[in-house]
């Protein structure tokens, strides 16, 4: 089955950096785009920066545009965020997902993971 696993969040002070993994299991990684979604408190959910299933291809939310980078390593099936700069607008659940077509560049979201929280503050 179909299993997305995120690590690397926590705590860190305004203007540090954070690196999120998502370790992939259950399907052809290397075949599917993915993405990273956010939701900060008491808000909806956010998208953050996709990237295609080769990793040729990126994409980012204005919000995080020039501070957040996303890769990939598809021999090691894992999916990854670099968040630099962050800020206390940037606290949030981090979830990592599989997009339902192979071979896209975009698409529906059929997979997630379970999050990993994300606090900015001093």
């Known amino acids: 089955q179909v299993q997305l696993v995120e690590s690397g969040g926590g705590l860190v002070q305004p203007g540090g950096s954070l690196r999120l993994s998502c370790a992939a299991s259950?399907?052809?990684?290397?075949?599917?785009?993915m993405t990273w979604v956010r939701q900060a408190p008491g808000k909806g959910l956010e998208w953050v920066s996709g990237i295609n299933y080769s990793g040729s291809n990126t994409y980012f939310a204005d919000s995080v545009k020039g501070r957040f980078t996303i890769s990939r390593d598809n021999a090691k099936n894992t999916l990854y965020l670099q968040m630099n700069s962050l800020n206390a607008e940037d606290t949030a659940v981090y979830y990592c997902?599989?997009?339902?077509?192979?071979?896209?560049?975009?698409?529906?979201?059929?997979?997630w993971g379970q999050g990993t929280q994300v606090t900015v503050s001093s």
């Open positions: 259950g399907f052809t990684f290397s075949s599917y785009a």
């Open positions: 997902a599989k997009i339902h077509d192979s071979y896209t560049e975009y698409g529906q979201l059929d997979y």
